[in-house]
């Protein structure tokens, strides 16, 4: 069997620690996996260029089914890490780049002096980049509709907004 994903990234136990709790404050529905929309509205909080994010989710969404796991989210947060520090993004730098910080989501979303009691940080589109986590990077990515929309997760400016 596989090493954990934990052990594989030499995570260490801070970053065990804020990662999990990120997950667990993204899968709602408590199944083990995060829908694209959502990890695209947290993603987005890095204000990273939509171009290493739509990289990190190439890498991270090993599957293809635009929803990540646990361990596909524990490597696309070290990825964000990584590209945060000015390193260059690839699956050769996860287990290269052990020694970075944890990914700035911005104020109220790098967790690291919020208690746990704290509430739950407002995942909230932000204004930055969007970006396309397609195969095809290069190809304009179709329109949301209703009946595309968590499989062909567009991230083009034409994404309604939730409704408040």
Not at 20 to 29: E, K, N, P, V
Not at 92 to 111: C, H, I, R, W
Not at 136 to 157: A, E, M, V
Request: hydrophobic share 35%; with cysteine.
């Amino acid at each position: 069997p596989s090493a954990p994903i934990a052990t594989v990234l030499c995570l260490k136990p801070q970053e065990l620690e804020h990662y999990d709790r990120w997950f667990s404050q993204l899968d709602t529905a408590h199944t083990g996996i995060i829908q694209g929309n959502a990890v695209r509205e947290f993603f987005l909080r890095s204000k990273l260029h939509k171009q290493h994010l739509t990289q990190i989710w190439l890498i991270a969404d090993r599957q293809k089914r635009m929803c990540i796991d646990r361990d596909e989210f524990y490597m696309a947060l070290r990825l964000i890490s990584i590209a945060q520090a000015g390193l260059p993004v690839s699956t050769q730098s996860l287990k290269a780049y052990t020694d970075v910080s944890l990914p700035d989501f911005g104020e109220g979303l790098n967790l690291s002096t919020a208690s746990s009691s704290a509430p739950s940080p407002s995942l909230s589109p932000a204004a930055s980049p969007t970006f396309s986590p397609s195969p095809y990077p290069s190809q304009p990515s179709p329109p949301l509709t209703h009946s595309n929309s968590l499989s062909s997760l567009s991230l083009s400016r034409s994404l309604p907004s939730p409704s408040t």
